[in-house]
């Protein structure tokens, strides 16, 4: 840990939803490197609450194995665990019933944190719950704050109701509305690129942009998973929420000043600002697209329909790609292609920024327009990092061009291994910096956007674009982007350039 990041003040973190997937695979391996670090120091504690039966022993027992490379014993993260173990706790009870609420009051004082690993039909009832039992109630040194993790709506009215219900009950400076993109190294690294580089940002806008593209590609199919994704589906799952919040950081005006309120406001102007289609103009500006069965990495992988709790004649997408307009002066006539989907060729999330070419080239036998685009690609997960397409001259007697990338990895100069990048984010919950946290009003506006595309894929009858398992989606897709000229930046597997 950096010294000049001071250890968080004493806090009680509440889990609802203890002994769930979340909780064990990404809370504990988080607060187990927290501790490791320095950022959580001996009087930081942790309470589960849930309807499974157990106690703090056997809480202690299920978070212990909290991932096949760091469980207990396990070196540096071994002995944080052990440090840890001690001051985890156990709740439980029916966190919709009065009696739990009661016994939380009588368990827990000062600083507190709620967090929400629960779906998301709890949210409401939790937040009403502890405000009933003053369990929000602040004090001059204790504060009260509830993390809550998408999805937060399943569409604008839902998106509205609920913001409506928790700020009813508790303060907007309470609440922290969690994407665990923002988490990431390389996504809070896009303001500091270009607000630190001049040479970036002299070229952030639509005189040097062609276009953007952003993409969030899975390898992973729907599995087990069937029966909540079946009722979601790809455009709810990850547009309004990740790929929105990409969005918003790319595409934002330089704020006033790095406090929290100052980001939000420019991520929420940009998201007001995006195009809010009608129905013929989402039509023309968005494919959806459903797996068939096929091969990925080798391995056979059955169609979307006939996985389990999955109706065979689903209309469910997998798969979605949408051109997007944000309609400010910065940025007037630079499409945004967004795209993502599961069981595609590789794991991929990245932010294709493309350049104008050249107005005139007068290399022998080169117009400008066969001269690759300068192209910086901000990768985002697997390998993070970033990298710059450029033309230089190729070796030789004659003057001929040739495109190279310039490229750096995080993992070659920093050590950022092992951390979940909820770490950054458990952190600012218990300090009390909510820039990485989505506020209401750009929840809605993210919702407000999509909304035109949820309301035509649930009244066409019509079946998603079909795409075969380990491609990279649907032929509509390139047929999107062809329409302006442009071709999807190609994928590459981890640990590999795409020249």
Not at 59 to 65: P, Q, V, Y
């Amino acid at each position: 840990m950096s010294k000049s990041v001071k250890p968080a003040p004493p806090t009680t973190l509440v889990i609802f939803g203890a002994f769930g997937d979340l909780t064990r695979r990404l809370l504990m391996p988080a607060l187990i490197n927290m501790t490791r670090l320095g950022l959580v120091g001996n009087d930081f504690h942790v309470l589960g609450v849930g309807i499974d039966e157990g106690n703090d022993q056997s809480l202690r027992e299920a978070l212990g194995t909290f991932d096949a490379k760091g469980g207990e014993g396990d070196g540096e993260k071994g002995d944080a665990w052990a440090r840890l173990k001690d001051r985890v706790g156990y709740l439980q009870g029916d966190f919709t019933k009065d009696d739990v609420f009661e016994q939380l009051k009588a368990r827990v004082n000062g600083n507190v944190a709620f967090y929400f690993a629960v779906p998301a039909k709890f949210f409401g009832t939790i937040v009403d719950k502890l405000a009933d039992h003053g369990l929000m109630a602040e004090a001059p040194h204790a504060f009260r704050r509830i993390a809550i993790e998408k999805p937060f709506g399943h569409d604008l009215a839902s998106a509205r109701d609920l913001n409506a219900r928790i700020l009813a009950r508790v303060s907007e400076a309470q609440i922290y509305r969690i994407d665990h993109f923002l988490g990431k190294e390389t996504v809070q690294n896009i303001m500091t690129a270009r607000f630190a580089n001049m040479m970036i940002e002299r070229v952030w806008n639509s005189d040097c942009i062609a276009h953007v593209q952003i993409t969030a590609a899975e390898t992973v199919d729907v599995g087990t998973r069937g029966k909540f994704y079946d009722g979601t589906g790809a455009l709810r799952d990850m547009v309004p929420n990740h790929l929105f919040q990409l969005l918003a950081m790319v595409a934002m005006e330089p704020p006033a000043s790095f406090d929290a309120e100052a980001i939000r406001n420019e991520k929420g102007k940009v998201l007001k600002a995006v195009r809010v289609y009608s129905p013929g103009k989402a039509k023309r500006n968005g494919v959806r697209g459903q797996y068939t069965a096929g091969k990925v990495k080798g391995v056979d992988v059955p169609a979307y329909a006939a996985s389990p709790d999955v109706a065979p004649d689903s209309r469910t997408e997998t798969y979605v790609a949408l051109k997007l307009m944000v309609d400010t002066w910065r940025w007037a006539g630079v499409p945004f292609y967004l795209r993502t989907g599961k069981a595609m060729t590789c794991r991929d999330t990245e932010i294709a920024i493309t350049f104008k070419p050249v107005p005139f080239a007068s290399f022998p036998g080169a117009a400008a327009d066969m001269l690759p685009p300068n192209r910086l690609i901000i990768q985002i997960q697997p390998d993070e990092g970033l990298s710059m397409d450029i033309n230089i001259k190729r070796p030789g007697l004659e003057v001929a061009t040739a495109p190279i990338a310039l490229d750096f990895r995080y993992a070659d100069e920093f050590d950022i291994g092992h951390l979940t990048g909820y770490e950054s984010l458990i952190y600012d919950l218990f300090v009390g910096d909510q820039t990485l946290f989505q506020r209401a009003d750009a929840i809605e506006a993210g919702w407000a956007a999509v909304q035109p595309f949820l309301d035509l894929w649930a009244h066409d009858a019509g079946m998603p674009e079909p795409y075969e398992a380990g491609t990279l989606g649907p032929a509509a897709a390139d047929a999107l982007l062809a329409h302006d000229d442009h071709t999807w930046h190609e994928l590459a597997p981890a640990g590999q350039t795409v020249p």
